[in-house]
């Protein structure tokens, strides 16, 4: 049965000014019609598309040799394939490049049913088609239908049938006709789409049945012949190894050359390459043989009568197509004069194997093995090729050699195993099993081995986590990752395990890297993995150029026992990239980046702790704390035991129980453990296969201490049971390459003293080196301790060198630089705090991403504290803490309160004013003598300016202070405010600026009212003893002063007038006050106006003047609040 190539004919054929490859608004047309004339004679560029190029040369040989020949096309070869059964031999001749779906199917089906089929063509079943009816008069098969959808990427055919190469993965799953490279069937795939060589045969291939009768028989031992001219071309097929080669295949010629067009991708590509042309045959399971020349012009060796270059036949290959076509049982009956009859092969048996050379019996997975032997045919051939499978005989890969041969695998699988070697001899027959040798697999298992990528270095820079998706076949631990270095990869590299839902399970850096090559990092603790799982393993990249191979998935996964790897059309890509840090998911032409996870059986695997809590040497532990252990697989739950024993070996009493869905056993203390005592925890537990703990089944901690009675020194700002509310917070990410996270408190003391170091509260996951440091509020470094001899979690300490001696009143900030982890309480410094003699502001927490010194304010505790000893002589009381707050506004009329830093004796006096009145009331002492409070008879007068002091105490040790004074102002009646600013706090307490400066803020009232005192906030920097504020009208005239008395170190500050100054309303008017420096601000504030009761603030406004001490200030910039403020009434 002979096909034409019809529907190449119409593909090609431009009349009417289109064709598959002109015209059309794509540059191509994407349906031709059958009812249209075409030239079919031509200059060479042309005439080789058409019959008499490459078709008419083999007819005019069938014909003289007398052969029985069926003609059909290749169209009919879709709608009538049931005629391809009434024939022995089924020929594609020439250049048949356009398939449909049922044509190939029809084909392949006559195959399966035995028949046997010839490639004499090239570029064979390139492109799919498909068939419409012509829309003239709806006569089928009518039309020629290829949207070519390779060459636009893209599912542009409307219909669900794919219509771009056969090959192509990328668009449609087999069943659509897509992801089927053609020499699944045909032996051969397309790859030189121009080229012309000579068909070439070596002193092996022409001891073959192919080349019987011929002078190929003869050659010397290692030399070769060149056929017909131009035979291997102008379109040629390769014997590809992607996957889809047939087994059994055998080659019987080798034509080596360069080519100027070679196909680089699935069909839009060529660039210059060389090409490795065979002749190819195998044997179908149905017996029939398959032939493939893999070449448009083979005809031309057969008869010299054809369009196109002119070349001479070559009776070597006419005597080959004698032999072919007996052995598929055709015969001539008016044989070519110089040709001999031939017969067909009666050989049916398969050549056999020795293994001279084979695996050791234990082998390791993932390395590499080489296997050696020899073969024999004893059935009248000879040997024409030698192939293995590594997989049970479900693939066979060609090995080098023939009588002799041999090749190297790379050993997958766990357990028991086995390598299957095969003959084939020149009748395609061989061995369905092959000998067979056992192996015994050994653990860890991988995915790749030893396997070398496709390209070791992608050339990319860019920094990537690069990973791959997978599953494992049955259950086990994943002990580590592995990837594959170019020596251009360099840096750290980081490999993470992760779910599937994105939960990094595991981490570690890789360390001891070669140069290139495989790479390979253990897990701490091996990740337990549960069969039909999917997991992603991946790692990190800061310099790319990371090892690729693109579509390595596109026709399908892998199964390396106990990995399975999806691919495929249809399927999520296995090879997937991303962010640095996070889990890779994004994908690119199913690349195989080669990142590799390594696994372990159950029984490889030791049982261990992979968690504690406590931790190991962890310190201020809760004494009602709960002591967990995690182990890394399950156990048999009546081992399972904990016990605990404080350092004189008493053992604390409660019980222990086991969640095996988390394997988890935990000991609940029947009562609390004793503070401040080192516990040791012993666990107990035996898995199924009878193994103990081999690691982490013992450990120590020690619990929190008691907590120091207020004012104890040395002193700190926190307990040891202070726990932060934010556990571990991780802003590494924030940093860049070398910075560190610098984190503190800014704080003062009320007495003389000095600070011997700090303590600060480390949770599970604050690694790195710690350093900290004693900064003066200027930024500079008055003393630093790099942290040594570190617990793994709870309150840590170090100690300077030299105390470090502080003066009262004077801000510092204490404080730890590390690698961007830590823990925090939010909000915990929004209000100042006093303990003992520390005091912090408003606002003491402090941070700097990268800097040394901490220099930005925050409300967050970031529990960094001070180890502060009082000066010996420092017998001393202090107060801690008003109620009211110095400098507080709009308060609520109540008691007030005043606290010291221990008791204190009678004999003192409590007096509070309003103006020049004063307050009647009462005083009494607390129980312990640590407070006093001040009861008023009656109530406080509102929106009132309140001045409060407390003379002569005297503590119980004979400290004495002389005397204490605060002021705050109470609310309106009506609760309305009585300031502008209330009780804010700036953004910066200490600018950097030591020059004396006007500041001030300009306001209007939309309603009358009384200016009873003025107000600012001190800033840390500003060292002036006492202050003035001026209240100034809108023609710059003086209405009022006040002189600040009592002021505090920082804070609020109230001086009240002499007497209210009443304005009416509409008026404008302005407060401000002299500083000498290091003032108090907060940028931007005034970009919008700001409005309390009737005062609103004007635009622009933060008002400003250098160079006239205590003058009107009338500059402005960047809006900003200089905290200048006034307490009035309605």
């Known amino acids: 049965m002979y096909q034409t190539s019809d529907p190449t004919w119409q593909a090609y054929n431009s009349y009417g000014g289109a064709s598959f490859y002109q015209g059309g608004t794509a540059g191509r047309a994407f349906k031709v019609s059958y009812n249209r004339p075409f030239a079919t004679r031509g200059d060479a560029s042309t005439a080789r598309d058409f019959y008499f190029g490459a078709e008419f040369p083999l007819v005019r040989f069938l014909e003289r040799n007398g052969y029985d020949v069926s003609y059909l096309s290749g169209v009919d070869t879709d709608r009538r394939g049931a005629l391809l059964k009434n024939h022995r031999v089924f020929i594609s001749a020439g250049h048949d490049e356009y398939w449909s779906g049922a044509q190939r199917a029809n084909i392949q089906s006559a195959r399966d049913a035995g028949v046997n089929l010839q490639f004499l063509s090239g570029n064979e079943g390139y492109w799919r088609t498909r068939y419409e009816n012509s829309p003239v008069d709806g006569g089928a098969y009518r039309t020629l239908v290829s949207y070519k959808e390779t060459l636009s990427n893209a599912k542009i055919d409307p219909s669900n049938e794919w219509t771009g190469t056969w090959r192509d993965p990328r668009f449609a799953t087999p069943a659509n006709g897509g992801a089927s490279p053609e020499n699944a069937l045909t032996g051969t795939a397309y790859v030189v789409n121009d080229g012309l060589l000579p068909v070439t045969v070596n002193a092996d291939e022409g001891r073959t049945r192919l080349w019987r009768n011929t002078s190929l028989t003869s050659l010397s031992p290692g030399t070769k012949a060149e056929l017909a001219p131009n035979t291997v071309g102008y379109e040629s097929d390769e014997d590809l190894f992607n996957g889809f080669r047939p087994p059994g295949l055998i080659r019987l010629s080798t034509t080596?050359?360069?080519?100027?067009?070679?196909?680089?991708?699935?069909?839009?590509?060529?660039?210059?390459?060389?090409?490795?042309?065979?002749?190819?045959?195998?044997?179908?399971?149905?017996?029939?043989?398959?032939?493939?020349?893999?070449?448009?012009?083979?005809?031309?060796?057969?008869?010299?009568t054809h369009d196109g270059l002119q070349s001479p036949s070559d009776q070597r290959m006419q005597q080959a197509q004698i032999n072919l076509l007996a052995d598929m049982g055709a015969q001539p009956t008016t044989l070519m004069s110089g040709l001999v009859a031939a017969q067909a092969s009666t050989d049916d048996q398969a050549p056999t194997v020795t293994i001279t050379s084979r695996p050791p019996q234990s082998v390791?997975?993932?390395?590499?093995?080489?296997?050696?032997?020899?073969?024999?045919?004893?059935?009248?051939?000879?040997?024409?090729?030698?192939?293995?499978?590594?997989?049970?005989?479900?693939?066979?890969?060609?090995?080098?050699?023939?009588?002799?041969?041999?090749?190297?695998?790379?050993?997958?699988?766990?357990?028991?195993?086995?390598?299957?070697?095969?003959?084939?001899?020149?009748?395609?027959?061989?061995?369905?099993?092959?000998?067979?040798?056992?192996?015994?697999?050994?653990?860890?298992?991988?995915?790749?081995?030893?396997?070398?990528?496709?390209?070791?270095?992608?050339?990319?820079?860019?920094a990537v986590e690069l990973g791959l998706r997978f599953s494992v076949s049955r259950d086990g631990y994943l002990a580590g990752a592995r990837f594959y270095k170019s020596v251009a990869n360099t840096g750290t590299h980081i490999g993470s395990l992760w779910s599937a839902n994105g939960a990094r399970l595991a981490q570690a850096t890789f360390t001891g890297e070669t140069a290139s090559g495989w790479q390979e990092v253990r897990f701490s603790t091996p990740v337990q993995v549960t069969a039909g799982t999917t997991y992603t393993v991946s790692y990190s990249t800061t310099s790319g150029r990371y090892a690729y191979e693109p579509w390595a998935f596109a026709y399908g996964g892998l199964s390396r026992e106990p990995f399975q790897v999806a691919g495929g059309a249809g399927s999520a890509s296995a090879g997937v990239y991303g962010a640095i840090g996070s889990m890779p998911t994004s994908s690119y032409q199913n690349t195989n980046y080669s990142v590799d996870a390594i696994f372990e059986g159950a029984g490889a695997v030791p049982l261990a702790t992979v968690d504690q809590y406590p931790l190991n040497t962890a310190v201020s532990v809760a004494v009602d704390s709960e002591i967990r252990a995690v182990l890394n697989k399950p156990v048999d739950p009546a081992t399972v035991s904990i016990v605990v024993r404080d350092a004189a070996g008493a053992q604390a009493s409660g019980a222990t129980t086991w969640d095996g869905n988390t394997r988890t056993a935990t000991f609940k203390p029947s009562q609390a453990l004793q503070r401040n005592t080192q516990y040791t925890v012993t666990v107990g537990a035996k898995d199924a296969a009878g193994q103990s703990l081999t690691s982490g089944a013992s450990w120590s901690f020690r619990t929190v201490k008691p907590d120091t009675p207020p004012g104890t020194c040395p002193c700190s700002l926190y307990q040891d049971s202070t726990r932060p509310a934010l556990e571990l917070v991780d802003d590494s990410s924030?940093?860049?390459?070398?910075?560190?996270?610098?984190?503190?408190?800014?704080?003062?003391?009320?007495?003389?003293?000095?600070?011997?170091?700090?303590?600060?509260?480390?949770?599970?996951?604050?690694?790195?080196?710690?350093?900290?440091?004693?900064?003066?509020?200027?930024?500079?470094?008055?003393?630093?301790?790099?942290?040594?001899?570190?617990?793994?979690?709870?309150?840590?300490?170090?100690?300077?060198?030299?105390?470090?001696?502080?003066?009262?009143?004077?801000?510092?900030?204490?404080?730890?630089?590390?690698?961007?982890?830590?823990?925090?309480?939010?909000?915990?410094?929004?209000?100042?705090?006093?303990?003992?003699?520390?005091?912090?502001?408003?606002?003491?927490?402090?941070?700097?991403?990268?800097?040394?010194?901490?220099?930005?304010?925050?409300?967050?505790?970031?529990?960094?504290?001070?180890?502060?000893?009082?000066?010996?002589?420092?017998?001393?009381?202090?107060?801690?803490?008003?109620?009211?707050?110095?400098?507080?506004?709009?308060?609520?009329?109540?008691?007030?309160?005043?606290?010291?830093?221990q008791p204190v004796l009678d004999g003192y006096t409590f007096r509070v004013t309003a103006g020049a009145n004063a307050i009647a009331g009462t005083t009494r002492r607390s129980a312990d003598g640590t407070s006093l409070t001040f009861e008023p008879t009656g109530a406080l007068p509102a929106a009132t300016v309140i001045s409060a002091s407390v003379e002569n105490i005297s503590a119980a040790n004979g400290a004495k202070l002389a005397r204490t004074a605060w002021t705050f102002s109470t609310a309106s009646a009506a609760g309305n405010p009585t300031t502008l600013l209330g009780n804010s706090v700036p953004a910066v307490t200490d600018a950097?600026?030591?020059?004396?400066?006007?500041?001030?803020?300009?306001?209007?009232?939309?309603?009358?009212?009384?200016?009873?005192?003025?107000?600012?906030?001190?800033?840390?920097?500003?060292?002036?003893?006492?202050?003035?504020?001026?209240?100034?009208?809108?023609?710059?005239?003086?209405?009022?002063?006040?002189?600040?008395?009592?002021?505090?170190?920082?804070?609020?500050?109230?001086?009240?007038?002499?007497?209210p100054v009443r304005l009416p309303a509409g008026s404008m008017f302005t407060v401000s006050y002299q500083a000498v420096g290091g003032y108090a601000y907060t940028g931007g504030a005034f970009s919008a106006p700001i409005s309390s009761g009737p005062l609103t603030s004007t635009t622009p406004n933060g008002r400003y003047s250098y160079g006239q001490p205590g003058g009107l200030p009338l500059q402005s910039w960047n809006a900003t609040n200089y905290f200048t403020d006034l307490v009035f009434s309605e």
């Open 734 to 901: 924030l940093l860049a390459s070398g910075q560190r996270l610098t984190l503190g408190t800014r704080f003062t003391t009320v007495v003389p003293g000095a600070v011997t170091g700090l303590r600060f509260y480390k949770a599970a996951g604050m690694t790195g080196t710690h350093i900290g440091t004693l900064f003066s509020a200027d930024g500079t470094a008055l003393s630093t301790v790099t942290v040594s001899s570190e617990t793994a979690s709870g309150w840590q300490q170090a100690t300077f060198n030299a105390p470090v001696q502080l003066s009262p009143g004077v801000d510092y900030v204490i404080a730890l630089s590390g690698n961007g982890t830590y823990s925090a309480t939010p909000g915990d410094l929004d209000a100042a705090k006093s303990v003992g003699p520390l005091r912090t502001g408003a606002r003491a927490g402090a941070f700097s991403y990268g800097g040394a010194f901490p220099n930005n304010a925050s409300s967050t505790s970031y529990l960094v504290d001070p180890v502060f000893a009082p000066a010996p002589s420092a017998a001393s009381v202090s107060v801690t803490a008003t109620s009211p707050a110095n400098g507080a506004a709009d308060t609520t009329p109540g008691p007030l309160s005043i606290r010291f830093s």
């Open 364 to 462: 390791q997975n993932g390395r590499s093995y080489t296997v050696a032997g020899s073969a024999v045919d004893t059935g009248g051939g000879v040997v024409a090729g030698v192939e293995y499978s590594t997989d049970g005989g479900v693939s066979w890969s060609p090995a080098t050699g023939t009588t002799s041969w041999t090749f190297s695998y790379i050993q997958h699988g766990l357990g028991p195993a086995s390598v299957r070697v095969r003959a084939i001899d020149d009748s395609a027959n061989t061995d369905p099993t092959g000998t067979v040798v056992s192996v015994d697999v050994a653990s860890p298992a991988s995915i790749f081995g030893d396997t070398v990528p496709q390209s070791a270095d992608s050339g990319d820079p860019s």
């Open 256 to 304: 080596v050359g360069d080519v100027p067009q070679y196909l680089q991708d699935f069909g839009n590509t060529v660039r210059p390459g060389r090409t490795t042309h065979h002749l190819t045959m195998y044997r179908a399971s149905s017996r029939a043989l398959v032939f493939s020349a893999g070449s448009i012009q083979w005809s031309w060796g057969l008869d010299a």
């Open 992 to 1059: 950097a600026d030591p020059a004396p400066v006007s500041l001030g803020v300009q306001l209007s009232t939309s309603r009358p009212i009384d200016i009873r005192a003025l107000r600012f906030y001190k800033g840390s920097k500003d060292s002036a003893g006492s202050h003035t504020a001026t209240l100034w009208d809108s023609a710059g005239n003086s209405l009022a002063t006040a002189k600040f008395t009592d002021e505090t170190a920082s804070g609020w500050q109230t001086a009240v007038l002499d007497r």
